[in-house]
């Protein structure tokens, strides 16, 4: 059999297994996972025996329940090395992710943690049809960010051919996948718009590229882009979600069955949902926060994190054979959220208005000012070259269809103000939608 007609599987054992299985393994892992903690790190015995709880507490999966949550601020106190479980002797990787204040948030894996990483990240790899026998170019960066470093070891552990390109310089990204053959592109999904419309400009003809796959993450990927890519790239986005605190990338992926959704390494991780304002338990398939706890963890345990993100879980049968529950992909984070005059607005729902006008790219950007006292939004929003016009009445029709559009979703009226094509700046990672002007004072 060729390498890319094999089962879609890395571990098929422990990825098709029954549900029962996987809850005893991770009842086990659990319960091993929190002692760990209580014993080596002062900030979880400390926490707990303030709820008046020990690990032997820990009898069925939902006494995880008992546990304190953690969060962004439970890393910034205990910066840099106040989680760990491990002298630093036996941590060979750090990584960090930058908050949008002060010092960065900080992480550590030995090498045990590293090769659970790579096989969370070789199984999502795999389940979107990649094999050895791909190509990979990889648009992340190899720095302090979990992006690059992380798919890189997961790609090789598969025994793709890995082309460790690493971020920016987008010339050079066009010329290899040209020179080098390759058929998989590892990038945020903005930076593959950029890449895309770059190559465009350039005469690349991306019908004829050997590029078939797109392994983005590390921001939303709306369905408008989702689309936008897959017309005109010619290739298929699959979407796969992480974050630093818990690991990286590798918590989940998306098969070629599910689509929008993805697949949880649940052996690896329990997950929970619940809701962000009181903190109580949501059934399965509502919609609320997602809570991580991972279950391998030896540098770096971390129990019941609040991830911020918003999504529903189902463990329904897939298709694809995979037993693993899965997410609906995230579209918002809680702390997402703006607030203007009083109504609450996230940038998702934009992008859903937007993606349904002929016309719109999937390119805006959202102002927020009060200099007349009141809060004012202006969307800024980027125009197909079909739809760019130099008749003033056509554009004005446009204008008034998207402020309807708006006004119809979100309850507010914000200003809207067309930009012509390319006028948007683009971004060569996590791309910035929302610049907030108000003086809060
Ligand atoms: O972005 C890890 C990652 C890198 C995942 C590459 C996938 C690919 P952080 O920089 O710590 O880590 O950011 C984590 O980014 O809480 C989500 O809000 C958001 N995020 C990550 N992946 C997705 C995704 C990495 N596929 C934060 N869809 C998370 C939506 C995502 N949001």
Known sequence: MSAHGSPPFFQPAIETAPREQIHALQLERLQKQVTWAYRRVAWYREQMQAKNIVPEDIRALDDVRLLPFTDKQTLRDTYPYGLFALPLEE??????????TGKPIVVGYSQQDLE??????????????VTRADRVQMAFGYGMFTGGFGLHYG???LGCLIVPAGSGNTERHLMMIQDFGATVLISTPSYALYLCETGEKEGVDWAKSTLRIGLFGGEPCTPGMKREIERRMHITCTDNYGLTEVMGPGVAGECLAAREEQHIAEDHFLWEIIDPETGAALPEGAEGELVLTPLSKEAFPVLRYRTH??????????????????????????????IVRGTNIFPSQVEDALSGIEGATPHYRIVLDNETGLDRMTLEVELKPEAFSDAFERLDHFRAQVAARLRQSLLVSPVVKLIEPGGIARSLGKSKRVEDRRNKA
């Open 91 to 100: 941590v060979v990787r750090l990584h960090a992710s930058s908050g949008t």
């Open 116 to 129: 659970v990483w790579s096989d969370c990240i070789a199984r999502l790899v795999r389940m979107t049809g």
């Open 155 to 157: 790609c090789e552990k």
């Open 309 to 338: 993100d918003l999504t529903r879980v189902t463990t329904q049968p897939c298709a694809c054979g995979r037993t693993h529950a899965r997410m609906a992909k995230v579209r918002a984070r809680t702390d997402d959220m703006l």
